[in-house]
């Protein structure tokens, strides 16, 4: 059965450093992960992503410079460092797994706290 698995958020204060882990279980064809931000009450806000051959990245303008994501595919997992961490990036992450026929299979979010 497919699964994502979210793991490292946490609480951290304004400037610090925080990693978020994501596992892809039982998912074959991967062409693409990465991360959301929901903010309470409104859709996911892509935060990070990266392809399969993890060449290909995308970052929210809002955490370029700041927050890196990468990948190891032998292992279906991605990495996102989060550093120079600002009150504002305080939300629940969610990690996404999408498959070669764009089927989506999302985690159970993990919380990220930020305090000044």
């Known amino acids: 059965q497919a699964q994502v698995v979210e793991s490292g958020g946490g609480w951290a204060q304004a400037g610090g450093s925080l990693r978020l882990s994501c596992v892809g279980r039982d998912i074959p064809n991967i062409i693409l992960m990465g991360w959301y931000r929901q903010p309470s009450g409104k859709q996911h806000d892509l935060v990070a992503s990266?392809?399969?051959?993890?060449?290909?990245?995308d970052y929210a303008d809002s955490v370029k410079g700041r927050f890196t994501i990468s990948r190891d595919n032998a292992k279906n997992v991605i990495y996102l460092q989060m550093n120079i961490l600002k009150p504002e990036d305080t939300g629940v992450y969610y990690c996404?797994?999408?498959?070669?026929?764009?089927?989506?299979?999302w985690g159970q979010g993990t919380q990220v706290t930020v305090s000044s």
């Open positions: 990266i392809s399969t051959e993890g060449t290909t990245t």
């Open positions: 996404k797994v999408m498959d070669v026929w764009r089927r989506e299979f």
